[in-house]
């Protein structure tokens, strides 16, 4: 499907006045960011821990928990974390764990089964804590839509503290206190917190009362970084701090279990950034949930045995392989069904007992593949679940609330959600597939549904130098709202062209005086390029090294024929 070549709006003269110090690319892209003030330009590039963080109290019910978890502490109570089974909610679950043992709790934790138990709060995992002596729960990444489930808890004798980021429904849970920056009436200036984060901002408050631990805390951001890179949210703001700092602390991490995970995944320490986490650390966390238990994650997380963190590893890397050819044949089976151009606004497919762990997956790659909201459902023995992944144009949650009637449980945000519908019968699922439809239809009707590139601005090659790359460089982390920047060079020609990799997947093009560029995993299909074309060509920057010798390394996103 040929992509939408997207370019900014060039910046207006009166900003390139107001900072006539910013060589003009990085004042583009300062703009593209919507970073205008002097104030909001130096707290983006200059991320500072000790001004740029919230204080944890500006939650409204903070001061509450944190008397209920000294208590529960000076008690020696019970106290149960009940975490979700993806990255996020594991390194949430594990930041909270080891704050709790520092703190000398009475403490366990519980990740639910993907496939047996579902998404949140389930009635007879809350069954099993009570009967375990467990007096309170926290859950970490879900629980905010569990209105039920907290009920039963509370009938039982249990108290909940919801900590959480998702979106809330019209009714909150009777929970004794609730930590989420999104629901109705909350003070919390920074919405966009991932559920680690959150579980981060209580673990803030509970050692600001014990200073010892204040440098405990920041040892700590390894492990939020991970889960807020994993989770795919806003990297502006307090998350852009939480996460450029939680880089410097998993580049020495000394937890045996990352550091084992980041071996078994070729990576070494010292140079490890979002893209890392993003496609080769979080995937094998999560793989562990997806095709087994979620707890053995959380286990290589805790361990501090050094053989027990290898053998881990080793397992997860495995279980992360298999998911990587069970997703790639699914995905395959899904595309062959669609074909090449898609009529539907929404795509919504199922089979019977496709694995629970991996729709989210699938629909992912759907949307990255026709660049339009998909949902993935698994047709089962006792239920049909399903998980839906969407583009910024489609408010997913908002729009399977209009028809909530068919959910027995649902839940999510703008982009992702998941649901298990009332009613097991093919007749209902396809109403359900009816009327998703017919929503999509009406909200996506005037758009031109092919995926997109946003495009930073447009430059000539040689202003692309060493000294603009490490300005560059100044706009990482990377990730959410803050993209690696992609750049437009018009009108080049092709000196040279020749292909690379084990299999030639890989092309090497050489233009304009000798500059380098290599477009990866196209193989033949840039057959049709031969020397003396001009091409236009979308690029992002990058540095390579080989035998002690350093490059600019300019990475092909995408080209055309000039003029096509």
Known sequence: MNKVWQIAPKIPDDFKNQFPEIQPIILQLLWNRNLKTQKEIDEFLLPDYSQDLHSPFLFKEMEKIRKRIFSALAKKEQITIYGDYDTDGV???????????????????????????GYGLNSEAIKIMAKNGTKLIVTIDCGITNEKEIDLA??????????????????????????NPKIKGENYPFKDLSGTGVAFKLVQA??????????????????????????????????????????IVLNKTSRLGLRALIKEANLSLGNLDTWNINYQIAP????????????????????ENQKEAENLAKNINQINTERQKLVDKIFQEC???????????????????????????????????YFRPAIALSIRKNDIKGVGRSIEEFNLIESLKEINYFFSHYGGHFGAAGFTLKKK????????????????????????????????????????????????RKFEPFGENN??????????????????????????????????????????????????????????????????????????????????
């Open 91 to 117: 390194c949430g679950t594990a930041l909270l764990y080891l704050s709790f043992k520092k703190l000398e709790g009475q403490v366990d934790y519980y990740i639910p089964d993907r496939e047996k138990e």
């Open 154 to 179: 509370n009938d039982l004798g249990l108290e909940v503290i919801i900590t959480d980021h998702h979106t809330p429904l019209e009714i909150l849970p009777k929970a004794f206190a609730i930590l």
């Open 206 to 247: 509970l050692l600001n009362q014990v200073s010892m631990l204040k440098t405990f805390e920041k040892w700590l951001l390894d492990l939020v970084a991970i889960g807020t890179v994993a989770d795919l949210v806003n990297l502006k703001g307090e998350n852009r701090t939480l996460v450029k700092y939680g880089l």
């Open 284 to 303: 094998r966390l999560n793989a562990a949930g997806r095709m087994d238990q979620a707890v053995t994650s959380l286990r290589l997380l805790l361990t």
């Open 335 to 369: 595309k062959n069904k669609i074909g090449l151009e898609p009529r539907e606004k929404i795509l919504v497919l199922w089979q019977e007992n496709w694995p629970v762990g991996i729709l989210g997956l699938i629909a992912s790659k759907l949307v990255d593949e």
């Open 425 to 472: 019968e093919i007749s209902f699922l396809e109403k359900f597939n009816q009327e998703i439809k017919k929503i999509a239809e009406e909200k996506l009707k005037d758009l031109d549904l092919r995926p997109k590139i946003f495009i930073e601005t447009e430059v000539n090659l040689p202003e692309i130098t060493w000294l603009l790359y490490e300005e560059i």
């Open 483 to 564: 993209p690696q920047p992609i750049f437009l060079a018009r009108d080049l020609i092709i000196e040279e062209i020749s292909n690379l990799g084990k299999d030639g997947q890989h092309t090497k093009i050489i233009v304009n005086g000798g500059r380098k560029m290599i477009y990866f995993g196209v193989g033949n299909k840039s057959s049709y390029l031969k020397r003396g074309d001009k091409i236009d060509v979308l690029f992002e920057l990058g540095e390579n090294e080989w035998d002690g010798m350093k490059e600019l390394e300019f990475r092909i996103i995408d080209l055309k024929l000039s003029h096509e």
